[in-house]
């Protein structure tokens, strides 16, 4: 599996973007993002990708778990994060 790293953004409605465009079948609504799973065989989109405060939340309707799908994307949970001050 290839390693991903999602790009330095400034806020997590430009993560989730950046996240969609990694999965098939992205589309915007109104909280987010709907794509297909990455995790399992997904011929509808069955992934919420949702931006909150200072993550991005994975939400599988088919009962994936975050994690399976930070792995399918290459990522890991930490990419969720936005952070705004350096730690
Ligand atoms: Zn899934």
Redesign the pocket.
Known sequence: MNVWRPPHCADTAALAKTIAQRCQHATPVHNGWQAS?P??E?DRP??SITPTADRVLLR?H???TTP??VTALGMSMADLFVWSHAR
Do not use: N, S
């Open positions: 799973c995790a399992h997904d069955a992934l599988c088919a009962g994936c399976d799908i």
